[in-house]
């Protein structure tokens, strides 16, 4: 069965700078992936996906991932940060099922 | 477009009872999905409802079963319930019965079991 993992618990920016959330997945076959981003007390609203062709995918509020075979990882990154961009971000991959990763805590220092 | 709706938001239940919660897709959705978010973690896929059928199941015992009515809208049920059965439990709609379609999802519920 396929597994996701994201390293980082918990990872603090300030706002303006750069973003990068690691995922790495494990699955035999060519996954479908996905970011989801939470907000406290929220469902999940997808951020982007990948099923196919470029693997530079862009999603919405500013959000690209890039999906990497060869390190097994579709890592998700943002330029600058707004400070509204603080929430909790999930990687998933979709084979048998949906497997989500634990998840990263964003937090945007002013 | 209301978009997926969930009921009740939060819900208090006992050791052993059993609980109904309920989700009604987005307009134009006909598949629905359950999963259940523990606190600190990840959604975890409980089984997925197509065509009134069951169609993908998760790592989740007999306790948990579902439904869907003709109007796409679905029920969970979870019996005996255990203090582990406590945490958010979201919805998710989509379209043709497939994982791989963008889902959207409800805001949950959230259950206690004391």
């Not at chain 2, 005996?80 to 919805?91: E, M, P, Q, T």
Request: aromatic fraction near 12%; hydrophobic fraction near 30%.
């Amino acid at each position: 069965a396929q597994s996701v993992t994201q390293p980082d618990i918990h990872i603090t920016v300030s706002e303006g700078a750069s973003l990068e959330l690691r995922c790495n997945y494990s699955y035999g076959a060519t996954p479908y992936l996905f970011w989801y981003v939470q907000s406290p007390g929220q469902g999940l609203q997808l951020l982007l996906k990948y099923f196919s062709g470029d693997t530079l995918v862009q999603g919405i509020k500013g959000f690209e991932a890039e999906f990497k075979r060869s390190q097994s990882s579709f890592n998700l990154r943002k330029p600058s940060v707004h400070w509204s961009a603080a929430a909790e971000y999930f990687c998933a991959v979709e084979g048998n099922d949906m497997r989500f990763g634990a998840g990263t805590r964003l937090t945007v220092k002013p | 477009d209301a978009g997926v709706t969930q009921s009740p938001t939060h819900l208090i239940k006992t050791r052993g009872q059993q609980v109904t919660l309920r989700c009604s897709p987005k307009s134009g959705h006909d598949t629905v999905s359950w999963y259940q978010q523990a606190l600190g973690q990840g959604p975890q896929f409980i089984f997925q409802y197509y065509e009134e059928e069951e169609r993908q199941r998760g790592n989740f015992p007999d306790r948990f079963s579902g439904h869907q009515f003709p109007n796409y809208s679905s029920e969970l049920n979870v019996n005996a319930l255990l203090l582990g059965d406590s945490a958010l439990y979201l919805c998710a709609s989509s379209r043709g019965g497939s994982l791989n379609t963008e889902a959207f999802f409800g805001q949950g519920t959230r259950l206690t079991v004391v």
